[in-house]
């Protein structure tokens, strides 16, 4: 089964609640406004679920795995909104037709380890999680209660970037927020994880997206300045989206090609092509996604 572990799709019902508030985030029509950010125009067709079944099909994807986005903030709003916001999410993401499934979203304010362990069981692949939230200080306590329920069901954790804030201001580059602020959030998650993730929840699938912002490649510099490294984590994936063959062949030679996984990052970016070959394709499009995603797939393709 081909995969693509990491796509945005808005249902009706979570475009609704987003349109109903009147603080970030919001949308006001298709214009969406993120607390000390400039306003983005989203496009209507890329929140239109069969022309998205539709795509998926042209690019080869049996399952696309979906997600709200952590960039909007919502786990770190006032926790009855935060629930709101994710109850309306998920509601609608598990109505989406094939080949779609849905990431949960969760408040880490005040997380509710209840309320995923429901999701999880109406369906969530997993939990999507903000890669600056992984990687403050303290930030592991504080989400321990959401991992464990992931850890007891074999659940995925996928660490996305979140908001971008006052560094993605108006002044800034259409570009900034994806190529600094993002990158900056996905590799320090990358190392927190590294330092206390792994050793506190051993067997705990988790994929960070965008190649976990190139962290991987910073070994040599973490054993140069008294870190220790190790062997290979065979349940610490990356994923592939906005990124082509010279940084997935260079993250490859560091981590092996198998704990690479495709991500696209639809509708804000498209895959690019690879020139990687046929066997290392069916590994990061098949083989790899299928063992991250092994809890929920009732049959994987080898």
């Not at 629930?83 to 880490?108: I, M, N, Q, V």
């Not at 659940?155 to 570009?175: F, I």
């Not at 699938?205 to 490294?229: M, Q, S, W």
Request: net charge negative.
């Amino acid at each position: 089964m081909t995969v693509d572990c990491h796509q945005h799709l808005w249902p009706a019902p979570f475009l609704a609640a987003l349109r109903a508030r009147s603080t970030a985030p919001r949308l006001d029509g298709w214009e969406l406004h993120l607390a000390g950010e400039r306003v983005y125009t989203v496009a209507p067709a890329d929140h239109h679920p069969e022309q998205r079944a539709e795509q998926a099909a042209a690019d080869g994807d049996e399952l696309v795995c979906v997600a709200a986005s952590a960039a909007l903030g919502l786990d770190r709003m006032p926790a009855i909104e935060a629930a709101e916001l994710a109850a309306a999410w998920l509601d609608g993401a598990l109505s989406l037709p094939a080949p779609f499934r849905a990431w949960a979203a969760a408040g880490t304010v005040a997380p509710d380890p209840a309320a995923l362990a429901e999701a999880l069981g109406r369906g969530a692949i997993g939990l999507e999680i903000a890669a600056d939230a992984l990687a403050a200080p303290g930030g592991l306590d504080q989400l321990a209660p959401l991992l464990a329920v992931l850890d007891a069901a074999g659940a995925p954790m996928l660490v996305h970037p979140g908001p971008a804030g006052d560094d993605n201001g108006p002044l800034r580059p259409a570009w900034w927020a994806p190529v600094v602020p993002y990158v900056a959030q996905l590799h320090a998650a990358w190392w927190a994880w590294a330092d206390s993730g792994r050793g506190r929840f051993p067997n705990l699938p988790v994929c960070f997206v965008a190649l976990a912002g190139l962290g991987p490649l910073h070994g040599e510099r973490h054993r140069a300045r008294g870190g220790h490294g190790g062997v290979i984590d065979p349940l610490t994936f990356v994923e592939t989206s906005s990124y082509g063959t010279q940084a997935v062949d260079a993250v490859v030679r560091v981590l092996g090609v198998d704990v690479v996984c495709h991500g696209s990052d639809r509708p804000y970016a498209a895959p690019a092509p690879s020139a990687l070959g046929d066997a290392a394709l069916h590994a990061i499009r098949t083989r790899n996604p299928g063992r991250m995603l092994a809890h929920c797939l009732k049959e994987v393709s080898a």
